[in-house]
Nanobody, 124 residues
């Protein structure tokens, strides 16, 4: 499956932004999906994950209550709604897909497919 992330940009602290991840190539609903982010010099870190059906979601503690992951399988697209953004949310955000139907989690090794990343910059 091919993934294309979009929607990043420059915003101020407290603002909102919605990222999208468009998928193509295979049956989208068969893949668990996730968002990760990375800043220079640091490892790529988990942000959120969602099951193939969209019924189950999982968040890192740093974004819980501020970010919402969702998906529209009819449109082959996953979203990350980011509210109350903070400067520490600044990073390149990557979407990822796993062919392990039962996996919804934070391990990068479990994800088989990755998008190219979209930059989110939050100014203070």
């Amino acid at each position: 499956v091919q993934l294309q992330a979009s929607g990043g940009g420059l915003v101020q602290a407290g603002d909102s932004l919605r990222l999208s991840c468009a998928a193509s190539g295979r049956t989208f609903a068969n893949y668990g999906m996730g968002w990760f982010r990375q800043t220079p010099g640091k490892e790529r870190e988990f942000v959120a994950a969602i099951s193939g059906s969209g019924e189950t979601a999982y968040y890192s503690d740093s974004v819980k209550g501020r970010f919402t992951i969702s998906r529209d399988n009819a449109k082959n697209t996953m979203y990350l709604q980011m509210n109350r953004l903070k400067p520490e949310d600044t990073a390149v955000y990557y979407c990822a897909g796993t062919s392990s139907l039962s996996y919804i989690g934070s391990s990068r090794a479990k994800y088989d497919y990755w998008g190219q990343g979209t930059q989110v910059t939050v100014s203070s």
